[in-house]
């Protein structure tokens, strides 16, 4: 007779953790938490959140150049890099050179994801703002903003 063992962990809140007061655990609790929400948005798609934005803005802005999209989705540009490859894999962007310019567009295949994309960016925004409120989540998007363009600078 095998005897199977289940654990079941009271989940602690934020606010009562050791370390409650710290902003790099905190800051990380909550990115894992939206992490969580955005994939489960882009699932339907068959791609991350940070793939699913990538070609958003390549639809968008046919032709826009990696360094816009560093800008844009503030990322290093080694990971800009990545994330093109992936979508490249996908057949859902493509890379053209010309000279020392590259230039990145959205492919027939990744064109197709428009409204899909859209759909998935309206179900990520309802899931959080259902969760913490619309007003609350406009403040707290506009705060982290500020934060992160001051320790930018």
Not at 3 to 24: D, G, L, P, T, W
Not at 77 to 92: A, D, F, N, Q, V
Request: net charge positive; glycine share 2%.
């Amino acid at each position: 007779m095998q005897i199977k063992s289940f654990f079941f962990v009271q989940q602690m809140k934020a606010a009562e953790s050791k370390y409650c007061k710290c902003m790099y655990f905190s800051s990380n609790a909550l990115a894992r938490k939206i992490e969580k929400l955005a994939q489960e948005s882009w699932k339907v798609v068959d791609l991350n959140p940070s793939h699913a934005y990538l070609l958003m803005l390549a639809i968008e802005q046919p032709g826009i150049q990696p360094t816009a999209l560093v800008e844009q989705l503030l990322l290093a540009p080694s990971t800009i890099t990545r994330l093109l490859e992936k979508l490249e894999e996908k057949k859902l962007v493509i890379r053209t050179n010309e000279g020392k310019t590259t230039s990145v567009y959205p492919t027939p295949k990744g064109k197709q994801l428009k409204s899909q994309l859209d759909k998935c960016l309206e179900h990520f925004y309802i899931s959080y703002s259902t969760i913490l409120g619309k007003d609350d989540s406009a403040r707290l998007v506009q705060s982290m903003n500020k934060v992160t363009d001051k320790l930018r600078s």
